[in-house]
């Protein structure tokens, strides 16, 4: 009984988990944290149209970075 309840705890967790990690994600694109200073030096790929531009400069969007909104929204 109790590894059941355990099992329950465990999923609720990893769902909250995956929502409170999806929103900051989308955030950190807007506001730049020190952590992304790093690579914003760095030339990435816009996989949309395929032109590169600083990572500072792009969209992060799941993990893929965007040149512009338009590409963002494609
Ligand atoms: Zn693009």
Redesign the pocket.
């Known amino acids: 009984m109790i590894q059941e309840l355990l099992l329950i705890v465990v999923v609720i967790g990893i769902v909250y988990f995956m929502f409170i990690k999806k929103k900051p994600l989308a955030k950190k694109k807007t506001k730049s944290e020190p952590k992304s200073k790093e690579l914003s030096e760095e030339l990435v790929e816009?996989?949309?149209?395929?032109?590169y531009?600083s990572a500072s400069d792009s969209f992060l969007k799941a993990g893929q970075y965007?040149?512009?909104r338009?590409?963002l929204e494609k």
Do not use: L
């Open positions: 816009c996989v949309a149209c395929g032109t531009s965007y040149c512009s338009e590409c």
